[in-house]
């Protein structure tokens, strides 16, 4: 990291290297004020606790994810390519893991660890939904008279998605990504 690159930024690049790799709970503020190259009391100046820290690193992940979303979005024309989209965009996230040391989903990773009724617990589950919603309504496109069946395949392509990137973590690869777009594809080539 550079001089250069502010306090705040150099302190949310370090949590989130480490909150990645390490997982949350492992990560300490000396870990992350020696790894960011910042005084323990930058991190207090633009954190009010760990919490708050964790919480900016959820959002910042669902930022980058949403940057990557709609790029991938840019070139999809029809709506089974947008369902693929996401799949692709949680393929290019995993990607960018990788120097890391790709442990699957960053969000649920953090999710996990955090106590139930943690604010960053509600906004993992509010991007997971997120995606739901956005298969539900590419599915809606395709197949307005569909009814419950559009529901019920928006859930399905929403557990297949989000299970592929448990195991992918598992792996240590994004091969199970790939192996559920090409499910996803067949999915909605049946739809």
Known sequence: MTDRMPARERLLKAAAELFYSEGVGATGI??????AGVAKMSLYNNFSS??????????GRRTEWQAI????????ATPQE?????????????????DWGFRGCGLLNAAAELPVGDPGRASVASQKEEVERLFRAYLGEMR???GTAIVETAEH???LLE???????????DGRLKTARRIAASILERF
Do not use: C, W
């Open 157 to 159: 392509l929403s557990f």
């Open 30 to 35: 000396d870990a992350i004020t020696a790894r």
């Open 163 to 173: 299970g592929a990137m448990s195991r992918a973590g598992l792996d240590g690869h």
């Open 50 to 59: 760990k919490a708050d820290l964790v919480n900016a690193y959820i959002q």
């Open 82 to 98: 947008r369902v693929l989209a996401i799949f692709d965009s949680y393929l290019d996230h995993a990607e960018a893991a990788y």
């Open 69 to 76: 979303y709609q790029e991938r979005l840019k070139s999809a």
């Open 144 to 146: 307005p008279e569909a």
